[in-house]
């Protein structure tokens, strides 16, 4: 929806809006806009804004309604109408969503996928903000984003999936080889001319995002979201506390500042920003960045609790509040409509409202030697985000079989040692040739820390590399662009013993890890 002049026929708000209530005179406290409904809670201003009050039995009545209709009614009416303006009149755009490397993706028609990122950047912030929210040194921001989410949306409103992804987890990133996901907006941002705009090397960055998350999830994305540091602090004031609940003591007061005690209790403000940052001091089962996006998942669903409460529904003053907050701190892309979007959710529930984290096998080492998250192989992480925006009103998919592979002998490989000992890239050249397979060289990887063994691989060499991995199980697949197209390279990990002989530190099936799926009405304590 477009911030015109004319209002959508057949709303209530066909006739002008009063002036004070015009989201098209101001943002939030710039003083143009007349706070009428402050404070009110429930039985205040009239929607319309004409400074009349209901009588008691109106108040009953609508308390009744909204407490057993919930937030349709608001999304429907004319001041669900008019929050939608508020919104798309104040909210930051970027052009996040790129015209390639996304459109040949799937794409769910009517269901949406929105992209909700957590951006870390600092410079704008002063140094007493800094001190505030303990965003200081200790803990490096800069251009990368390390808070990922895919917010699926069916078509029917029925519920909503919030996918989160690991910022270590080790990917493709188009035109850039293998790194971190986290880097990805960098990436996009750096590579605009010096001379370009902030807004446009932003936009850069955002999507080299996307393309990143689509090739990586077989995803259509849709839409973007982005909130920084100083956004996310200024939404959680106006939220007014999110109840979470810890398992045991926690006190990071090195890194993020977090400093609570075990317990439900309530958190807002720079408290629940030290909240959702923590990864250190997380005792001796404390999982880092996995135990953060729980963090994040909890604090998420708290706020969406809190949102579909009675104490925001029955209060104009506290809609207006929130939804002026949130268009605030948010930039998102050019074509997201913000109404359309809160309607799509009109019949999402707390307990279909869920929150889990992608698959992945657990951690590694990249060729420099830095800690990343190794996720599954793109098949399997293609098969679980196809099941997620399956129509519910059709059978599911039949998983795909394994995949296609050719003759060894039609398969060039290289191999590289990363195992760190001495020989076994010679072993396995003379395994794989008694195997059928040709080996062009063997060498060193550049690091020596490769826990697992892996099979990389062009674009288009798919069977060559499965003919490989075939000979190697437990062995992972990846995609890297920097190869050229007709030869497979293996890299030796710590893991490996032999061709076609299963590796010593093999992965159970129930060492794939991912976050338990909770929905928005979980309370059970966190580490």
């Known amino acids: 929806m477009s911030s015109e002049n004319s209002d959508p026929p057949g709303r209530p708000g066909d ?83 790129p015209t390639s490397g996304n459109e040949d993706a799937v794409d769910d028609g009517a269901a949406m996928n929105l992209l909700l990122v957590g951006q870390d950047g600092r410079e704008d912030l002063t140094k007493e903000q800094l001190a505030e929210l303990n965003a200081g040194a200790n803990d490096s921001g800069g251009l990368n984003t390390d808070t990922m989410i895919l917010v699926h949306l069916p078509a029917d409103g029925s519920s909503a999936s919030f996918v989160s992804f690991p910022r270590d987890s080790y990917v493709q990133i188009p035109g850039h080889g293998s790194d971190k996901l986290n880097a990805a907006y960098a990436y ?155 309607t ?35 098949d399997t992480l293609h098969r679980f985000f196809a099941q997620l925006s399956a129509d519910p009103g059709k059978p599911a998919e039949t998983p795909a079989g394994p995949p296609a592979t050719v003759a060894p002998s ?9 195992s760190g000992k001495a020989g076994l890239a010679a072993r396995a050249k003379g395994e794989l040739e008694a195997a059928g397979f040709t080996v062009t060289g063997t060498g060193n990887a550049d690091t020596s820390d490769y826990a697992r063994t892996v099979v990389r691989h062009a674009a288009g060499d798919e069977a060559r590399a499965a003919a490989v991995a075939a000979q190697v199980p437990g062995s992972a697949v990846e995609l890297d662009d920097t190869l050229t197209a007709g030869t497979v390279r293996l890299v030796l990990g710590k893991d490996f013993t032999g061709i076609g002989v299963a590796p010593s530190t093999q992965p159970a099936p129930d060492e794939v890890q991912g976050a338990d799926l909770r929905n928005a009405q979980d309370t059970s304590c966190i580490n």
């Open 188 to 342: 996009g941002y750096t590579a605009v001319d010096k001379g370009a705009s902030a807004g446009a090397k932003e936009a850069a960055g955002a999507q080299l995002l996307v393309q990143t998350i689509s090739r990586l999830t077989g995803l259509q994305i849709d839409h973007y979201a982005e909130v920084d540091l100083l956004g996310f602090f200024e939404l959680t004031q106006v939220v007014g506390g999110v109840q979470v609940n810890l398992c045991q003591a926690v006190d990071d007061r090195e890194f993020s500042g977090a400093y609570f005690p075990a317990g439900p209790q309530t958190i807002a403000g720079a408290d629940a920003l030290k909240f959702v940052r923590q990864r250190h001091h997380l005792g001796e089962n404390g999982r880092g960045d996995y135990d953060r996006i729980i963090r994040q998942q909890v604090f998420l669903a708290g706020v969406l609790r809190n949102m579909l409460s009675s104490n925001v529904l029955l209060s104009p003053g506290r809609q207006r509040e929130l939804v002026g907050a949130a268009a605030q701190s948010l930039t998102v892309d050019q074509d997201l409509d913000l109404f359309q979007l809160a």
């Open 15 to 97: 006739r002008p809006l009063p002036a004070h209530l015009d989201p098209r005179l101001g943002r939030l406290g710039s003083g143009r806009a007349a706070r009428a409904d402050e404070g009110d809670d429930g039985g205040g201003a009239h929607p319309a804004g004409d400074g009349r009050r209901p009588t008691p039995r109106v108040a009953v009545v609508t308390r009744v309604l909204a407490g057993v209709v919930s937030a349709t009614l608001l999304i429907v009416s004319g001041w669900g109408w008019y929050l939608g303006q508020l919104a798309q009149a104040t909210v930051t755009r970027t052009d996040a969503i």
């Open 344 to 378: 799509q959710m009109q019949s999402v529930t707390l307990d279909s409202i869920t929150f889990q984290t992608v698959p992945y096998i657990g951690n590694d080492r990249d060729d420099q030697n830095r800690d990343i998250i190794r996720l599954q192989d793109e």
């Open 410 to 418: 039609e398969v060039s490989v290289e191999v590289r040692n990363g």
